[in-house]
């Protein structure tokens, strides 16, 4: 059996302006980049390191990773409802 769950984006935003605009002030990409590594905001010029934002962006996250979950467990019981109809 193959899941098939998109691929998800969670837009991580300032948690002081809520703009969702960062200047990566390294310049390697937001995946790239270790805890410790800062961003800017572009909008209000306050910098954070990756672990902050993530942190203050955490319900976003896991609202995300809540949704793949189910998506996952739907996909499972249609697939198992399907392979147990045949011992019907």
């Known amino acids: 059996m193959t899941l098939k769950i998109s691929d998800r984006t969670v837009r991580l935003i300032c948690p002081v302006c809520g ?14 980049m270790n805890d410790s590594d800062t961003v800017q905001c572009a909008m209000c010029k306050q910098t954070f390191t990756k672990e902050q934002i993530l942190e203050a ?7 995300e990773i809540e949704a793949m979950q189910d998506e996952a467990i739907s ?14």
Do not use: H, M, R, T
Not at 20 to 31: A, K, Q, T, V
Not at 75 to 88: D, I, P
């Open 19 to 32: 703009s969702d605009n960062f200047n990566y002030l390294n310049g390697i990409s937001f995946d790239d």
């Open 57 to 63: 962006n955490q319900d976003s996250i896991d609202a």
């Open 75 to 88: 996909q499972v019981v249609k697939e198992l409802n399907k392979a147990f109809k045949k011992f019907k």
